[in-house]
């Protein structure tokens, strides 16, 4: 009677195929993960610069139009609307535009800002170099 070999178990070819499928499936789960991550920061600076620009309208809605001239080209850190430091945005800065703009067509820039009483007011949030959002709203003396 011819012996009969009883071993059992996987050929190295079939563990070869087995390792380089777990191997794909795992890089492309890693990567995957790495992407969701990336969006989930971006997703969080884009709602800190949403607060914090929002916060900064509010500080400024009472500043004349003088006031907001003053602040034209000037880098500031966030603040809440009473003025206080804004928390939780890291190295977030705000970077102010002010336009002087005709009273009754404030799509048309004026040369001269004494001759109006309306202002477009810009604020571009960055962190890390990169712009996050960018915000403008029309403001007018009366």
Known sequence: ???????SGFSLIEVIVAMTILVLVAT????SLRTGVATLGATANSATAID?????SEFTYQFSVTQLDALDGTETTPVLGNGDPLPGVGDMMLAIDVQAV?????????ANP??????????????????????AWLVADQ
Do not use: F, H, N, W
Not at 1 to 7: A, E, F, I, N
Not at 52 to 56: K, T
Not at 114 to 135: F, P
């Open 1 to 7: 009677m011819p012996l009969r070999s009883k071993q």
């Open 102 to 110: 005709e009273d009754l067509d404030p799509e048309t820039i004026v």
């Open 28 to 31: 492309t789960a890693v990567a």
């Open 114 to 135: 004494l001759d109006s009483l309306t202002r477009i007011v810009t604020v571009t949030a960055t962190a890390q170099g990169q712009q996050i959002l960018q915000a």
């Open 52 to 56: 914090a620009i929002r916060e900064y």
